[in-house]
């Protein structure tokens, strides 16, 4: 009898296991944005009311639309009605400056009538983002919205209409630039990748224009000269070309590459590219200058000037908006409220789990010392880098290391001021990611386009290794065992390889391709290799290896992590998060509270596993207390 119970017992908890998660109290974790402080953005667009000077809007991605109305002192978000948090492109009606547009992706133009406090459909054209919106002036003006492979006209009595007749044809009719005519409002001009096109008809039909451009070098921007407007200027891949004729026939005119070209006459003419991500400036279009000056905009994305106070704005990708009103002498960023932060690694320190560390593209880092509730910009060396990686010396939490593509970076003071170490060591070298030996302080291990660098000093002498038993020296990831400090486990395109003698030899254990990896510091480890559509998963330290089941076979997933202390594992999918905290493959469902298609990297807190952090393409920093309910089991999701 008694033996009867057991199995009743155990049939019994098996059939409440495999109950669906949506009938279960565990929605009570849910997600919670936590990014106050921490500014900066991928900026997209730039748009000015024109008829209040201290109104713009900018488009974030992954954030939305931020608007000011004090000249960009203070932005607030603007979301309200948006379907999709992913707009590429914003105008403002010049006739009524109320009236906002948003070109978002897939191709949908949202309308707001309450200057961006609400938004609506406008329209759906079906394909790319809307990159770029044109909106005319006067009641016979025409509007224009293109994308990649897109272009719509709007005019008095016509509807959005796709304009496509003596276009070269997709994808060579991509439209990066829309241009009107100053003297005629009928005749406007497209940049694609095959030339100049002009149209004489509002942009309904097209022909090949312009003698003297070089054949299939792209067109990728074109203006009128503001103070002689026979005088144009386009730029192609690899010049600035100039035409005396309004466009006819065109010389070379510069050799510097540009990607987009500003004119404007100060009085006199003055000429700003952006061009390798920087902001150039000549007063004759032959002698260029940076105007960065080491405080200013770098990866810039986008260069505006306003129609009424004549700044200068450039939206960066990554580390917010700057402004500058004395020709570009000096800049000053103005990101107060833009909460728009690509996260690409959190770090929380393991003796004082309130310090929290977050690594962003282009932003910086920044620092919170109340557990992620607030943040602070941190090191001012790291400002303005694209920063993949920071790792805090486990033994000792005032050492942090931080890597970008190309260079190490170490603290000594938790992150206050920051020193580039072994710059002779990592020229032209592909940096990868970052690992920190678990129980050896200062033994450190870095991954490259080389093979493995590894440094016993705390980086002050480096290793070059390479797995012999790998036909590639390029090594996407590494990663320590969290118990033996002799054992690494290496992903290379052709395989995942261990070594248990510190990288003397190696063994592969699975073809894989290259991708992440994570450890579990059970007995046998539990390893998991992340590739781009699936994941595999050992239970038995590596000997062998199954395919980790999702609901979606397509489905890639975006990132991973494990509890150094445990065997708890979470993983991120674009539509769902799940989490085991058993290690054998009991999954429950975590999605509440955020989009998990922008969740870009987690982070377990290693003094409590149940608080996690999650870094956006976007929105920040992303918070999960994960409490277990009392007397509540959690259900099985995926076996």
Known sequence: MRTFWRVFFAFFVCI??????????AGSWVWVRSDNGMEGGLVLDIAFDPSDPLIMYIVTQGSGVFKTTDGGSNWQLLQDGLIHLNPVSIAVDPDQSETLYIGSGPATLYVSHDQGENWETSFSFGGYAISNIDLGSGEDAYDYAYSYDTLYVRGPSLSWTRSKEGLPGWPQDAISCITRDPADPQIVYACTPLGLYKADDYGLSWVEFG?????????YDFLFDPIDPDIAYATTYNAIYRSLDRGETWTLFSTQFARELLIVAEPTRVFYVTA?????????????????NGSGPVSVRTLKRHPITASLYAGTRGAGLYVTSDQAESWQMINSGITATLVTSIAVDPLNPQIVYSTTQMAGLFKSEDGGLNWTSSGELLRNTYLKEIKIVRSSPNVLFAIDSSNLYKSIDRGVTWNEIASDVFVNVGIAN?????????ELCISTNLGLFKSTDGGNTWELITIEASALDFISYVVYDPIDPDTLYATATDGLYKTTDGGVT?????????GEIIVTPQAPRHIYVREFFDIWRSIDGGTTWVKFLKPYQDYHSNCFASSPTNSMVMIVFPDYI????????HWINVTD???????RTLTIDPSNTNRVFAGTMGQGVYTIDMQMPNRVLLPLVYR
């Not at 991500?277 to 000549?282: A, F, R």
């Not at 970052?434 to 200062?442: I, S, Y």
């Not at 190696?506 to 290259?514: A, D, H, P, V, Y």
């Open 434 to 442: 970052l690992t920190l030996n678990p129980v050896r302080a200062l």
């Open 593 to 599: 509270g955020i989009d998990p298609h922008i969740v």
């Open 276 to 292: 390798y991500g920087d902001v150039l400036k000549s007063y004759d279009g032959q002698s260029w200058t940076t105007t960065n």
């Open 16 to 25: 409440f296991l495999m109950v669906d998660v949506s009938t279960v109290s």
């Open 506 to 514: 190696w063994s592969n254990l699975i073809g894989t391709n290259e």
């Open 578 to 585: 799940i989490v085991d905290f058993s290690g054998g493959g």
């Open 211 to 219: 003698n003297g451009l070089p054949n299939n070098d792209g067109v």
